[in-house]
DNA sequence: TTCTACACTCTCTTTTTGGTAAGTATAATT
DNA sequence: AATTATACTTACCAAAAAGAGAGTGTAGAA
């Protein structure tokens, strides 16, 4: 139940007219390590499902997300939430009651984050099937 | 001199404009696995790194690849590039010469993914302050 | 009284990743 | 005759990431 599937309407559109124009400019050099750094930390498998089962449900309990994360161990999701809360993209909010019950909820700034990847999204999306034949190309090639 | 500082501002209003939009809706669920899969196999630094050299300086050789990503190793860059060969991004043009000669651009499709990844890094580039702050108070809370 | 649910934490082991360094082939250069 | 440049490949090794599994504390259900 995650994947593409949760994107709105207006989100897709904008990305998909985006998909198809003309490449790159100029911006701020001085800040490239840096954005290479955040990039690096927030863009891992995980952090990425996360991001779409807590934009497609709302506010979620721990082993809500476990479920509904395919194939995550309870290990990574806490270490992902954890890395999640700390860079500020997703909230914690502990009920001190027993058994335990914490729920997380995405902040505005992990909400941008998972719009800012639905052009990603749409471009797998998009080129599977090239991707697929390329590759059959290549194996095929490098085969003989 | 690589980073943000290679995207067209078509590019980079259009992913502006992006970013200020509202969530999510539906696409195609049965995608999702093989979605997933594609985009942890491309969405890796070096991946990234490399789409962006080549994206700004156009047709490159193997060693002013290596020299353009900062601190990329030669078993690396060997092979990220034959794994984007690979996936159908980038294209490999040997020159029967010695010493040797071997080319490297973007196909289209490499392209097109350089496009998709302008949200994410303009993301990054936006909300550097807001990240180092959360993280900064993270940080501050727990130590104590 | 034993069991379950919950949200973890901790340890141990395996897998993956990536760096270093050496080797290869050959023509031109010093 | 030794060196350089090019684009690699291969072997080895260390570090990091990630999975598996057990342990924790407590209230309420069976």
Same mark, same amino acid.
């Given at each position: 139940? *995650?994947?593409i599937s949760s994107f709105r309407q207006a989100d897709i559109e904008e990305a998909e007219a985006y998909l198809d124009r003309e490449p790159p400019a100029e911006i701020d050099p001085r800040l490239e390590p840096l954005v290479n750094e955040i990039i690096s930390r927030v863009a891992d498998k995980? =952090?990425?499902?996360? $991001?779409? &089962? !807590? ?5 979620? %309990?721990?082993?809500?997300? +476990? #479920? @509904? &994360?395919? +194939?995550?161990?309870?290990?990574? !999701? =806490?270490? *992902? /939430?954890?890395?999640?809360? %700390?860079?500020?993209?997703? *909230?914690? *909010? ?7 019950? &914490?729920?997380? @909820?995405?902040?505005? /700034? +992990?909400?941008? $984050? +998972? #719009? ?7 471009? @797998?999306? #998009? ?7 390329? #590759? @059959? ?8």
């Amino acid at each position: 139940m *995650t994947g593409i599937s949760s994107f709105r309407q207006a989100d897709i559109e904008e990305a998909e007219a985006y998909l198809d124009r003309e490449p790159p400019a100029e911006i701020d050099p001085r800040l490239e390590p840096l954005v290479n750094e955040i990039i690096s930390r927030v863009a891992d498998k995980w =952090t990425m499902l996360i $991001l779409e &089962v !807590l934009n497609e449900h709302g506010v979620m %309990r721990f082993s809500e997300i +476990g #479920r @509904a &994360v395919d +194939g995550i161990s309870q290990k990574m !999701l =806490t270490q *992902t /939430l954890r890395q999640m809360e %700390r860079e500020g993209l997703v *909230t914690r *909010t502990i009920y001190p009651v027993v058994p335990p019950k &914490v729920e997380y @909820a995405l902040t505005p /700034l +992990g909400d941008s $984050l +998972g #719009r800012a990847f639905c052009g990603v999204w749409l471009w @797998a999306e #998009r080129h599977i099937d090239e991707i697929e034949s390329a #590759r @059959a190309a290549f194996d095929a090639c490098k085969d003989k």
